[in-house]
């Protein structure tokens, strides 16, 4: 008994001997996005409301997006780092917000600034809760594979919303072309300048 108890002892503290930290884990999936030079793959998500969505994705280091809906079809989301477009073809009308203001860096931009927190770490992945209320989204859950890249995030905002995004099908050799990251607005488009900062 004595010597299942000292075992089961060490390897708690073995385990916790390399236990990776908050801050560690989080610089660890910052840079491992940063380093993603181009990528291709299926983007879902699904809001509170009971929303979901569904569309094939191209990305291009630095904060550059393009996504084209499946469901709900039509839909477009396309960003050159500078300026993020969203386009309903159903509703004509166009979304162009700004990101000057350090909105371009995707995910791991978005990530700066939170208190950080290891909840799981296996050779699955790692599990990274980040928190502050001073931020729309005051908390966020990263799911990632054991090289630190993103399989799947929670968004949560202080009034209970929750937003829960999931990539698949990742390659980081198809083609991307750099042209299909600046949108051309129709001329008969309704436009809607910066809708992310009307309170």
Do not use: C
């Amino acid at each position: 008994m004595i010597r299942k108890i000292a075992t089961i002892i060490f390897l708690f503290i073995s385990v916790n001997s390399f236990a990776i930290t908050g801050d560690e884990a989080l610089a660890k999936f910052q840079s491992r996005m940063y380093a993603s030079g181009k990528l291709t793959g299926i983007i879902s998500w699904a809001t509170g409301s009971g929303m979901t969505y569904t569309g094939s994705f191209k990305y291009l280091n630095p904060g550059k997006i393009y996504v084209k809906f499946s469901n709900p079809s039509g839909k477009t989301i396309v960003s050159n780092g500078r300026k993020l477009w969203v386009y309903s073809p159903s509703s004509n009308i166009v979304g162009v917000q700004d990101l000057g203001h350090g909105g371009s860096g995707g995910i791991a931009s978005l990530t700066k600034g939170y208190l950080a927190i290891v909840t799981a770490q296996g050779s699955n992945g790692y599990t990274i809760k980040l928190k502050n209320n001073e931020r729309s989204f005051s908390e966020i859950i990263i799911m990632t594979d054991s090289t630190f890249f993103l399989k799947r995030a929670i968004f949560k905002t202080k009034d209970g919303m929750a937003y829960n995004f999931s990539i698949s099908n990742i390659s980081t050799s198809a083609a991307v072309v750099p042209t299909i990251f600046s949108f051309d607005v129709p001329a008969n488009a309704q436009v809607v300048k910066n809708p992310l900062d009307i309170q």
